[in-house]
Every structure is written in C-alpha cells, then in structure tokens.
C-alpha cells in the first residue's frame, strides 16, 4: 500500500468512526467541537509568544535605562565626547561609541555596496542559469559562517597585511573589522538586489534591446532603476546588520572607546562594549551594569529604525510594475 | 555628410560594446572577490587549526596550556543548549506558523503578529542576550544554566523558524485542504493529518537551518552569562555551560600563538558540524522536491 492511500485510509477512518455510529455521532461531534476551540486557543497563546518577545524587549530596556538615566541626564549621554563608565573617572557620552560602529558600519558598506551590486547585476543580467546556480549558493555560505571566525580572520589575517602596508596601523583597528564585516554582509546585499532585479519584467528589458541598447545600458539604465526600492532596501538593511553585529568587531576592532575617524587605531562599538561589561564581573545593579541598557536601547532603536525604513521603502514601492 | 554619419555611429558603438565588455568583466571580478575572500578564509583555518585537530583535543577540557586543551565541555554545552533551543523553537515556531497560516482570518492582529515576526528577525542577536539575562537569568532565577541558554537561544531563532515553516506551510496546494473538508473532516484534522505530513521536510529544513545560526552565535550567550572557562562538563539543565563559539573566542583574545592555533582547530569543528547539517538540509530538501514530483 503507498504512502498516501495508507494516509487516505487513517483519514476516512477518523471521519467514519464518527459518522457511522449515530449512538456516538452528536456526543462525538460535540466533543470534537471543544477539542477544536481547545487546539485553537493553544495556537493562540504560542503565537503570543513572539508580541510577549517584544514587549518584553522594550520594557526591559525601557525599564533598565531609565534608572540609568536617574543618574546621568540625557543631555550628558548624548553630547559628551568621552565614555568611561569603567574608570574611576566616570563620564557617559555615547558618541565615542556611535562613531565607532558607524565608522565599522560604513566602512563595511564601502566593501558591500559596490561588489555586492556588482555581483547582483551579473547574477541577473549576464550570468548563464548553470553558472548562477553555482554561484549563488557558494555566495551565500559567506553569510552562513559563523561571527567569531570572522573576528578570527580580521584579527589574524587582515589586520597584519594592514599593518605591513602601514606601520601607522595599530594591531586592533577598525579596518580590519570593516573590512571582513563587508565580505560577510555581501551576500545580503546582492541576493537582495538581485531578487529585485529579477522582479523587473521581461518586457522592459526587451524594449530597451530593441532600440538598439547594450547589455550594460539596460543593466545600468533599465534594470537597476527599476529595481531601485528593492536595492535600496538591501543595504539599509545590511547597514542595520553591520550595526548588530558583535564578534567581529569584539575580537578586532579592539575596546577603545575613542572619539574619533581614524580607520586605523582601536575603537570601539556599541555592541563589544556591552560584551566587555558583560565578560567583567560587574555587579548587577550597579550605574556600570546600567550602562549596557543604555547602550542597548541606543543600538535597538538605531537598528530598528533602520529596518521600519527598509520595509516602508519596500511596501511602498512594490508592485510598481504590475 | 551621410557616409561621415555612419562612420561616427559605427565607432560610437564599438566604443559602446566595449564598455559593456570592461563592466562585464568588473562585475565578474566582483564575484570573484567575494568567493576569492571565502576561499583564502578557509585556507587560512584549514592551515592555521587542522595539524591540531586530534581526538585529544576533541575529548580536553580547557587548559592554561594549549597543548593541553580541549574542547570537550564546549561541545557538550553546544550540544545541550542548541538541541535544547532548537527543539523548543521548533515546538513553539510551526505552532505559530500554523496559526497564522491555518487559522489566523486576515485581521488586525495577524498583521501585527506578521510585522512583529518581521521585526524581531531583524533585532541584533546580542539584545537577545540582554533579555535572556533579564528575564531567564534574573527574573525567573534560572541563573546562568543551560535551561537559560537554551530559552535565550530559543527567542533567538524563534523568527527564522516561524518565516521557514510559514513558507513551508504556504506551498501545500489548498486543494488537499479543500479535498479534506469535503470529507466532512475538522480543521484540525486537516491540518494534522493532511497539511503537516505534506509540509514537514521542508519545515525540518528550515528548523536545521536556523538551528545551524544559532549553533554560531556567540554575542548573546556571552551577554545572557555563559562561562569562558569552563573544565567540566554539563551534568544537566541547571548546570553552568560554555559553548563551541565562546570557547573559540577565548582562546583568540588571548595573546599567545600557541592559542590562536587551537582556536583555528576548534574553528574547524565548528564549521565541519555546520557543514554536516547544512548537508541534512539539502538532502531533506532534494528528498522533498522529488516527492512533490513523484
């Protein structure tokens, strides 16, 4: 007997169990009716689960940083230049921070932007299905490896060829970070962007060709401005990742929290700093421990600002074309 | 006038076709830059890490010698966490997929589920690591456990496993559904005799992937709590716990080489086990699409 017959058999099986027996059919019907509402309430209460994640979230940060900031006024957290929160000499400005993983950030995306639309154009446009179906999944295991390898290979293998280019170059340096940061936001960048491109109809390719346009003006002049939201998308989201993440930047970017645009002195970022508070043994309930709640609810409102806009810019612009 | 048109039209293109040439090949040394960066990584553990791979290392613990150390109690906590994690994402991740897919009418509160979904995917992994250290460690007292680590990670991939088995849930032909009402049978029935079995490899899929994330996920875990140094191995759900990850960083934030080298073997580990569930997934869904077929 196959599969599906055995599963037929088990199916017709439930219902005739019910319905054959009249003695049994209204209790039956009547029990199965609250088992039903019983399943479905589960369901209910396990979807929950993810709005409770949230909530949980915010208030927790919410809760946390406010009685941070019964000690340090707003004003201070937000303008002051050094943050030294682990000193005995103690100030609070997040800039120090912010500048840090920005400098990672946008870094990362000097390295993501340019090759991963490259590679997204040729994945759409030039590349031949054999070879985009090759390239594509190895493209991806870029994305699957894991943080802490990363950080392994800036720290260990980047950052040395940097500092035999230049002896200005100091052995922890936001470069190095950047640098593999955007290696391993590439493959979001250009599967994004080619999804959108991919989206683009036939048609306006083909009205482009027949007026005579080369590969590349309808790659550059067609294709990508009509693909433009889905692209933009992309790499406000990848920003909002290259923001999130820690290890990379934890194991090479060094723990420095300096006001400063150097690419090439250790820095720091918002997320190593709550891991370096997070490896000390800082009492909890201290203005020290305190401090990572700040921290995160800066990061969670950056990253998800960021990712609110690359939705918005999606749903608004979607189906343009259709 | 007309001939000189021509000759000008005719050089204008071949210039035209030749920056087309030079963008193709941009765009290919692109592609190659970013495989080309996957290669050299890889060649780079391989030779750092791989004449230190042995069965001693895999079956030490933590030493103040790296010739001595091992990575037998991060294995065990990698073990213990993530199988623990995955299987309570699991459980929670299809029951949400089922009902948003299954029963959810297209209301207020779907969508807000569906946007929340959307957005928790996008939180940094770390503020996850906040809140298991808020609400498992503190709040509910669990301490710095393998319990904890495992809810910690459980959120984590919690999204990954609901969009994965929304998908999965999708691609089931709404005839089976339609077929199996027709019979007179009950929405649960339906969905469990007739839409799960259909979805569930797919489901197993992504389950595997998400749990092959979560597997390398180092920030959270170090927020939530885990040790660093950790010569023991976990004896059950209450008991302190290091994983393969945060065990690796250690042993790169130390200064000595003799470290770096371990770090690059337990690098190896790390990805040959990714490497071997990433497999299960393809062969789960190469097995899939043939029945689909068949």
Not at chain 1, 247 to 252: L, N
Not at chain 2, 211 to 216: Q, T
């Amino acid at each position: 007997m196959t599969k599906e017959a055995k599963e037929s058999d088990k199916f017709m099986a439930l219902i005739l169990e019910g319905i054959l027996d009249p003695r049994n059919y209204s209790n039956k019907r009547w029990r199965a009716g609250i088992f039903e509402q019983i399943i479905k309430v589960i369901l209910l209460l396990v979807s929950a689960i993810s709005i409770i994640t949230t909530v949980a979230i915010v208030s927790v940060m919410i809760f946390e940083a406010s009685l941070f900031f019964q000690n340090v006024s707003i004003f201070e957290f937000l303008t002051e230049t050094r943050w030294t929160p682990l000193y005995s000499s103690k100030h609070f400005g997040i800039l120090p921070l912010v500048t840090g993983t920005f400098l990672v950030a946008f870094g990362a995306m000097f390295i993501a932007l340019p090759l991963g639309l490259m590679s997204a154009i040729y994945l759409s446009e030039y590349a031949p299905d054999k070879v985009r179906q090759v390239i594509k999944p190895v493209l991806e295991v870029l994305a699957g490896i894991p943080t802490v390898v990363y950080g392994y290979f800036a720290l260990l293998f980047i950052s040395p060829i940097l500092q035999s280019i230049s002896d200005s170059v100091k052995v922890f340096n936001a470069a190095s970070a950047a640098i593999v940061m955007g290696i391993m936001i590439l493959p979001m960048v250009s599967s994004l962007s080619e999804d959108a491109m991919r989206a683009v109809p036939r048609s306006l390719r083909e009205g482009a060709y027949a007026l005579g346009a080369t590969k590349l003006e309808v790659s550059l002049k067609i294709v990508t401005p009509a693909a433009i939201s889905g692209i933009v998308a992309s790499f406000i989201l990848a920003i909002s990742r290259a923001i999130g993440e820690t290890m990379i930047v934890t194991v090479a970017a060094g723990q420095n929290p300096t006001f400063t645009f150097s690419p090439f002195v250790p820095i720091q970022t918002m997320t190593s700093y709550i891991v370096q508070v997070s490896l000390g043994d800082t009492p909890t309930g201290s203005i020290e421990f305190q401090t990572i709640f700040a921290v995160g609810i800066t990061l969670f409102t950056i990253t998800l600002t960021l990712n609110m806009i690359s939705q918005y810019i999606v749903r608004r612009f979607r189906n343009v074309y259709d | 006038m007309q001939y000189l048109e021509k000759e000008k039209y005719q050089q204008r293109l071949a210039q035209r076709q030749r920056r087309g040439k030079i963008f193709e090949i941009m765009c290919i040394i692109s592609i190659t830059i970013g495989i080309g960066m996957l290669a050299l990584l890889l060649w780079y553990v391989a030779d750092q890490g791989l004449h230190k791979l042995d069965w001693q290392f895999l079956t030490s613990f933590p030493s103040r010698f790296p010739e001595r150390a091992g990575i037998f109690g991060a294995l065990l906590g990698t073990l213990y966490v993530i199988g623990t994690g995955g299987l309570i994402a699991f459980v929670l991740g299809v029951g949400t997929a089922i009902y948003l897919q299954e029963y959810a009418n297209d209301n207020r509160l779907s969508r807000i589920l569906q946007v929340n979904i959307a957005n928790l995917a996008g939180v940094p992994s770390i503020v996850y690591g906040i809140l298991g250290l808020e609400i498992f460690v503190r709040f509910a007292g669990l301490g710095r456990s393998v319990l904890a680590g495992s809810l910690t990670i459980a959120l984590l991939i919690l999204p990954i496993v609901i969009i994965a088995s929304q998908e999965a849930l999708k691609a089931v032909p709404s005839s089976i559904r339609e077929g199996g009402f027709a019979l007179g049978a009950s929405k649960w029935q339906v969905v469990s005799i007739l839409v799960i079995p259909q979805a569930f490899a797919s489901i197993l899929t992504g389950v595997i992937l998400a749990v092959s994330r979560a597997i390398g996920e180092t920030a959270p875990l170090i927020v939530m709590g885990a040790l660093t140094f950790v010569p023991f191995a976990p004896d059950g759900f209450m008991s302190p716990f290091t994983v393969l990850p945060i065990q690796i960083f250690n042993w790169v934030s130390r200064p000595q080489h003799g470290f770096h080298e371990i770090a690059a073997a337990g690098i190896v580990v790390l990805l040959i086990t990714l490497i071997l569930l990433n497999s299960v997934a393809i062969y789960l869904r190469h097995k899939f699409s043939k029945n689909l077929e068949g």
